[in-house]
């Protein structure tokens, strides 16, 4: 991880991640992942979560900044493991056209066209 998503985490975690209590609501209550981080920011800035005291701060511009700088590191991480599953799949027989109706796309021409999109963003 590079150091603004290190600091951008470091941050989410000191604000909302900080008390037993505030962790309990992760996945990992010892460590904060930078999935766990966005979906904290995102679920106590939109109301979907509750925040654990009246001490806890309130989420601000620099809290959803700082999830927003995550998110690249997120989808890289989306992406490599769905070629993977993709990879996977077609290893075990699955046709594109069964990959494209799970991923929820068009055709198998759409499935195809999405995992070497995916492998030539993963690669660049």
Known sequence: ???PEHAALFRIQ????????ARARLVNPHMLSPGEAVRLVAGLGGGSLAYTDDAE???QDADL?????LLPGL????DDLE???QTMARGEGATWSQIAEASGLDDAEAAQQRHERLVRRAAG
């Open 1 to 3: 991880m590079a150091g």
């Open 65 to 69: 900044l700082a999830a927003l700088s």
């Open 75 to 78: 989808r890289a991480e989306l």
């Open 83 to 85: 070629i993977g599953l």
């Open 14 to 21: 000191e604000r909302y991640a900080a008390t037993a209590a």
């Open 57 to 59: 701060p309130q989420v």
